[in-house]
């Protein structure tokens, strides 16, 4: 069955150019994996470049270290902002103390104050201690107590305010329901 397949000239070009073809497809798709093993510079320059991403990476280390101190800082910074109370009764109680503290020096007396279902911050491992007070006073003496709370040295956030006018309208004396949050540390969680 051989004998009657004939090899011309132009069957032997075609074959020859196929076998050519079909071996450099075979260089150009496994050149990557067997590459190295025909060149020794590249191999040398691979190496050189992976060094030089480890050289870099060690150079970022200083770099992330440094940023996490400053962040470590900024972070015992904020926190000592936070009320100091151990438990959250503690903190309510802190809370209380500093609502009293800045109504005695408005003159202003404070009619009722309830301590909030304490609720969890949006930052996870802190808690939001709400207190609820109401008392009687005229529009200067309640911008003065609010800019107190907001500027004072514990972070306190005025999370609502309700305001009214006394049934003695013509006294000036408006009705106010402020709540008041402080945030603390929860209990057994690390910065």
Known sequence: ???SFEITRERKII????????????IYRFYPSIGPF???????????DIISKYRNVVGRERH?????????RMLSRAEAGLLAGATESLAAVEIQ????AIAVANNIKIDTMQVMKTRDAEEVG??????????????????EILHRVETHD?????AEINLGLAIRARSGEI???????GIMKKKGVTG
């Open 154 to 158: 514990k972070l306190l956030i005025v």
């Open 38 to 48: 025909f060149t020794g510079s590249d191999e040398i320059h691979v190496k050189q």
């Open 64 to 72: 992330v270290d440094a940023e996490h101190a400053r962040v470590q």
């Open 97 to 100: 103390n500093i609502i009293n």
């Open 175 to 181: 009705r106010s329901t402020i709540t008041v949050e």
């Open 126 to 143: 802190y808690a939001r201690i709400p207190v609820r007070f109401s008392f009687g006073s005229d529009i200067l003496q309640l911008k």
């Open 1 to 3: 069955m051989l004998s």
């Open 15 to 26: 074959l020859i150019g196929g076998a050519v073809l079909l071996l450099l497809a075979a």
